[in-house]
């Protein structure tokens, strides 16, 4: 068979994601607060869009910019026939919504809304919107600056740059005196010095130093406050009856020494180390109205996107085919991500009204009654993919009359009942296991075994090294351990 060129035409299939839906995957994997940081850059990048407050009303001139972004987004879950009969993922009107906004109101959308002087008598916390007053390491270097000088202010910021967020000076002190060049007693004189800064106990070699520190502080470092801090491994392992004998004290004196060790602060950088606390923004907002659930997007934290198409027109009027061609595409742009965000937005409560309808035991009852629920069974009732589901519950926040959840929180694996073909929450039984072990006594402290009996006796099927996972993940301690915190605690 001779071999040689020849053209073949065939017919295949393939699945291309455009970039545009590429681009509509990401958006909809977004939290509101990186949606927020998108659109500034859009609204840089693209002169034919607009922003303008939420509360704004549409132009009534029909040559006005075209009001893209529309109203926030509203799903309602009837009560009358139950959470069963939803609306359509298409409501956006308040027409359509079973809410009476003379009477029902929604969750503010910024801090600005609800903080003030109201009836109820309580004042603004300025305190919680005070800045940070720095880090540990300028607190220290401002305490250099005032108390030495010369080569011990230079030996001293040395020493500052080598502690840790912590307080705790992390350096051999000989080697550091080799490095420098300077007296070991020098360095051991400085470092006293450091020792008596604000905070108390911060720069310590080691958790006894620390707690010395604060006790000649407070004035309490005796001779068997002293013996103490130098065992407080036994302290750690409840060895009273040694600890007494050591110390040379009654059961009195040792409580109360035990009570003073306790308020020392064995991490005293943490006051200043790290960044403050981030307030998480909900992107979502779930209310009980008179006539059932009703579900909003937050949507004060976003700009309310416009198409200007009267300065399309006037840019467009004598301006040569390439240039009209650039303007073509930069309206096309807007359009379609005005259309995106409205379509982000009305899957996000579509999703989120299927999470609500399924967990409507959570937001009546609390996590007792949380059921089991996965990806799958949400995509299933959106006639939705499941990995949909997944990028709309990623970094997305539910604000509700119970708290503020992540959306990822109402997904959990089931444990099975004892009787029937029933399940329950692992959340659920998490919750039932921390119960037990904050109201247990001191003197007849829960083992695991002793947990999984007692849920076991509630209708719960569950393994002793479940009820250990679930116990080691709420950061609970073995019964062991927990035996010797309440017997430090008197």
Not at 315 to 341: I, Y
Not at 357 to 375: C, D, Y
């Amino acid at each position: 068979m001779a071999l040689g060129p020849r053209l073949d035409l065939r017919q295949s299939q393939s699945l291309v994601m455009t970039p545009q839906l590429q681009q509509a995957i990401k958006l909809l994997a977004l939290s509101n607060l990186e949606l927020e940081a998108y659109l500034a850059e859009a609204l840089e990048g693209n002169p034919l869009l607009d922003a303008s407050p939420a509360d704004r009303d549409g132009d009534s001139d029909g040559g006005g910019p075209d009001d893209g972004g529309g109203e926030a987004p509203v799903a309602a879950l009837s009560g009358e026939t139950g959470t069963d009969q939803m609306l359509s993922s298409d409501a956006g009107t308040a027409d359509d919504l079973d809410v009476d906004f003379g009477e029902e109101r929604f969750h503010h959308d910024s801090a600005s809304d609800s903080v003030g002087l109201s009836g109820s008598g309580e004042d603004i916390d300025f305190d919680s919107f005070a800045e940070h007053d720095g880090t540990l390491h300028d607190h220290l270097m401002a305490q250099v600056g005032e108390r030495f000088d010369g080569i011990e202010a230079i030996v001293a910021g040395q020493l500052v740059a080598l502690i840790d967020e912590t307080g705790y000076l992390r350096a051999d002190l000989a080697e550091l005196a080799a490095q420098l060049g300077v007296p070991l007693a020098l360095l051991e004189e400085v470092l006293g010095g450091i020792q008596l800064f604000d905070p108390s106990g911060v720069g310590a070699r080691d958790l006894a130093e620390c707690i010395a520190i604060q006790a000649r502080e407070a004035d309490r470092f005796d001779p068997a406050m002293a013996t103490m801090i130098a065992h407080l491994e036994l302290v750690a392992k409840g060895a009273f009856p040694q600890l007494k004998r050591i110390c040379g004290v009654d059961d009195e004196d040792l409580a109360d020494m035990i009570r003073e060790l306790r308020g020392y602060d064995p991490k005293p950088g943490l006051k200043f180390g790290g960044e403050g606390t981030q307030a998480v923004v909900p992107d979502l907002y779930v209310r009980q109205t008179a006539k059932g659930w009703a579900v909003e997007v937050n949507s004060g934290t976003l700009p309310r996107l416009l198409v200007n198409r009267r300065y399309y027109t006037e840019l467009a009027q004598g301006a040569a085919a390439k240039s009209k061609a650039w303007l073509s595409e930069q309206l096309a742009g807007a359009n379609w991500l005005v259309r995106a965000l409205d379509q982000r937005q009305r899957t996000i409560v579509k999703v989120a009204s299927a999470i609500v309808k399924q967990q409507e035991g959570f937001f009546l009852h609390g996590v007792a009654h949380m059921r089991p629920l996965t990806l799958r069974q949400v995509a299933e009732e959106i006639g939705m993919h499941e990995s949909t589901v997944s990028r709309v519950t990623s970094n997305k926040y539910l604000s509700c009359a119970r708290g503020l959840f992540e959306l990822k929180y109402f997904f959990s694996s089931g444990i099975s009942a004892t009787e029937g073909d029933g399940a329950v929450s692992a959340e659920a039984v998490k919750s039932r296991i921390k119960a037990m072990i904050e109201a247990e006594d001191a003197k007849a402290i829960l083992s695991d075994e002793t947990i999984a009996q007692k849920l076991s006796g509630e209708g719960h099927d569950i393994a002793r090294r479940t009820v250990v996972k679930y116990r080691e993940a709420m950061g609970y301690g073995s019964s062991v351990q927990r035996r010797r915190q309440k017997a430090l605690a008197g």
